[in-house]
């Protein structure tokens, strides 16, 4: 059973999301629960994939790479869910996913330059059945970077 999370449930993800580090006993003394209290809750929303506890690379740390944005236009629109499972195998891509406008996928990895980035194209991108062709952007300034973007607006 799939559950929304409640009050105390979204201000320990909120928590946990700064850092997630920080322990169970820090959380409750700062909701005014037990620990057991977040212990669990943390557990169940692990256990029903509301959340995954992970690290994140800092790219701020690289400063030989950049991030670079690839929109795919796959052949056939009936193409782009298998399309997008080949490119997900690529372990170099961080991100896969089907979009709506102009591109049908949009992928993105970490590249040396704009030479390591067309060599990663044509040996990787390229070559996957289906794609008709792609766009590329070197992301090379980041003015704000949040780690959390994954949460929902509300």
């Known amino acids: 059973m799939r559950r ?20 169970n ?16 809750r943390v ?19 690289f400063k030989d790479a950049a991030l670079a944005y690839i ?14 499972e080949k490119l997900a195998a690529i372990v170099e891509l961080g991100f896969v996913g089907v979009m709506l406008g102009r591109a049908d ?4 990895t970490m590249v040396r330059n704009a030479e390591h980035l067309a060599e990663f194209l044509h040996q990787h991108i390229s070559v996957v059945e289906g794609v008709r062709g792609t766009r590329s952007t070197l992301g090379v300034n980041f003015v704000k970077h949040d780690y959390r973007m994954a949460r929902i607006v509300s």
């Open 43 to 61: 557990k169940r929303m692990e256990e029903e994939k509301l959340i995954r506890i992970t690290a994140v690379t800092n790219i701020d740390r």
């Open 105 to 108: 996928i949009l992928a993105i």
């Open 4 to 23: 929304n999370l409640d009050e105390a449930d979204q201000a320990i993800v909120e928590r946990l999301s700064r850092d997630a580090r920080v322990s």
């Open 71 to 84: 929109w795919i236009e796959v052949e056939r629109s009936g193409q782009t869910k298998v399309v997008a």
């Open 25 to 40: 006993r820090e959380i409750a003394e700062q909701l005014g629960v037990t620990e057991g209290t977040v212990r669990a």
